[in-house]
């Protein structure tokens, strides 16, 4: 496995990828709410088995917090620790911006998987692309 932060445009296509076979395909999520308006702002990161992305993330600043989003693995490749090592890279590459806070909504069945991270709830349920979700913070 490979974790990269996105520095070229087909690094960026194969991050889009995943996405959109985890959320838009798998989870329904309209393709208009998944590619936002937030991307171009964003440090992306791709997941590599090889040359073959499976799992994907994002991050930004939002109100002083490094907003961690569009966390996914391709369903072949999940509860083998690829999350868990994607979102140390992205912790580890935001702590280098400057972030000692990071926030991010949950889909409600992933709360434990962001706990076991040091991850704590900080909102009640709302829905998000017709996900139930929770905001959860962390400070490092």
Avoid: W
Wanted: charged share 30%; glycine share 8%.
């Amino acid at each position: 496995m490979n974790i990269v932060l996105v520095e070229t445009n087909p690094q960026l296509n194969d991050a889009y990828s995943v996405r959109v076979k985890v959320f838009v395909e798998e989870q329904k999520v309209p393709p208009e709410e998944e590619l936002d308006q937030f991307d171009d702002k964003a440090m992306h990161f791709v997941v590599y088995d090889n040359a073959t992305p499976i799992g994907a993330g994002r991050l930004r600043e939002l109100d002083g917090y490094g907003k961690v989003e569009r966390i996914c693995i391709d369903a072949d490749y999940r509860e083998k620790g690829i999350g868990k090592l994607l979102m140390e890279k992205i912790e580890a590459e935001g702590a280098k911006h400057g972030f000692s806070a990071f926030k991010l909504n949950s889909q409600v069945q992933a709360i434990n998987f962001y706990r076991k991270l040091g991850y704590e709830v900080s909102s009640g349920e709302f829905l998000d692309a017709g996900i139930p979700h929770v905001t959860m913070k962390k400070h490092i």
